[in-house]
């Protein structure tokens, strides 16, 4: 059984959006939290549970790379707006995991659907058969 496969990297992106919504629902209530910030952030999270599941439905590698991109670079907005809060300690420690852990699903889901198909593998190939 393979150690990555989309739904694994699907859920974990899913876990990840998660954990940075229980940030910003901490870091809500923190004086000098933005509000619009705060919107902006909740609205970055949204989008990243929607890539996730899609994601977690792609059927070829034409249809995956595109949701990779877009997760990558909604973790990266959504770190970078946190960044401009005052996270209390224990929040800041989530942020910096998803800042180390981010980097590694986002490759482990460009092994699984790489943007260059595998010669003989054409552009539509199915995943996880």
């Known amino acids: ?10 859920n974990t992106v899913a876990t990840i959006a998660n954990e940075l919504n229980s ?4 870091t809500a209530t923190q004086a000098g ?3 619009e910030l705060v919107n902006q952030i909740r609205q970055g999270i949204d989008g990243l549970r929607s890539a996730a599941s899609a994601l977690g439905q792609a059927e070829s590698t034409s249809a995956a790379q ?3 991109q877009r997760i990558g670079a909604d973790i990266n907005a959504v770190l970078g707006a946190l960044a ?3 996270l209390p300690p224990q929040a800041a420690v989530i942020v910096r995991i998803v800042q180390v852990l ?3 699903i986002i490759a482990a889901g460009s092994i699984l659907f790489p943007a ?4 003989g593998a054409g552009d539509q190939t199915q995943v996880g058969a």
């Open 66 to 68: 595109p949701i990779l």
């Open 23 to 26: 940030v910003v629902q901490t």
């Open 116 to 119: 260059t198909p595998m010669p």
């Open 33 to 35: 939290a933005n509000p």
């Open 1 to 10: 059984m393979p150690m990555f496969t989309p739904e694994s990297v699907a």
């Open 84 to 86: 401009m809060l005052p």
């Open 102 to 104: 981010a980097p590694t």
